[in-house]
């Protein structure tokens, strides 16, 4: 029988809450996972088991909330979800994951320039540059978007880009970009190598307040370095 244990490492711990600092909505979750027989069975489970833990971690955070206020616990919100179907999982390349604000090719993300534009009296920040490039015209990249309500535009986006901006006031565009790629390597290695899987959003209401304007994100993806599944949700707004 297929089985799921979560893999919690103090590296693990340490990473993910100094991703959380920078301004990060992404969870992640991860698993090794025994007895699989498909890939698919293995990604199945990783989705399951993920939604599982984000309703936990919601139920402590609010049980201890409820529990200095005074308040019932039932009065804050709770995360619901179903079972999700395993037809309900697409299979991504890498390239699909990461998405468009990631340049595949030359594994160099794409940031949203410091470089602003005059408009009618006030600077504009409209242009986007590789990480490790000197922002000037002939450096602009052109980001191919897909359009989607309700939808972050891949992993990157998902990463980079929360609400209210990722990083410190003293990290530039470069620093941003390298931790990123350090954040991956740990988690990930080889980009080259990873298998991946792609969720329908309307398994939980965890994925509604993203559904305001930021948008949700849920993917499992499978390293065979170090032979960890990682679930990666997040939902979110303003």
Request: charged share 20%.
């Amino acid at each position: 029988m297929i089985s799921a244990e979560q893999i919690l490492i103090q590296e693990i711990t340490d990473r993910l809450i100094e991703f959380n600092n920078l301004g990060g909505v992404l969870s992640f979750k991860i698993f090794k996972i025994d007895s699989a027989k498909s890939d698919l069975e293995a990604h199945h489970m990783v989705a399951q088991r993920t939604l599982e833990l984000l309703s936990k971690d919601n139920d402590d955070y609010f049980n201890e909330i409820a529990k200095s206020s005074g308040k019932d616990r039932y009065a804050y919100f709770k995360v619901n979800f179903n079972l999700i179907p395993a037809e309900t999982g697409v299979q991504l390349t890498a390239e699909q994951f990461f998405g468009p604000y990631f340049n595949f090719r030359e594994q160099r993300p794409i940031l949203l320039g410091a470089t602003g534009k005059p408009f009618q009296n006030i600077l504009v920040f409209s242009d986007y540059y590789h990480y490790d490039d000197i922002e000037s015209p002939e450096n602009i990249v052109v980001v191919n978007k897909n359009y989607i309500d309700f939808a972050t535009q891949g992993y990157t986006d998902a990463f980079l880009k929360p609400p209210h901006s990722f990083g410190k006031k003293s990290m530039t565009n470069y620093d941003i970009g390298k931790y990123f790629l350090d954040f991956n390597q740990f988690f990930f290695d080889s980009i080259d190598y990873l298998k991946i899987y792609s969720w329908p959003t309307d398994c939980s209401n965890y994925f509604d307040v993203g559904k305001e304007w930021w948008g949700s994100f849920f993917g499992t993806v499978y390293n065979p370095v170090k032979d960890w599944y990682i679930g990666i949700a997040a939902s979110t707004t303003d």
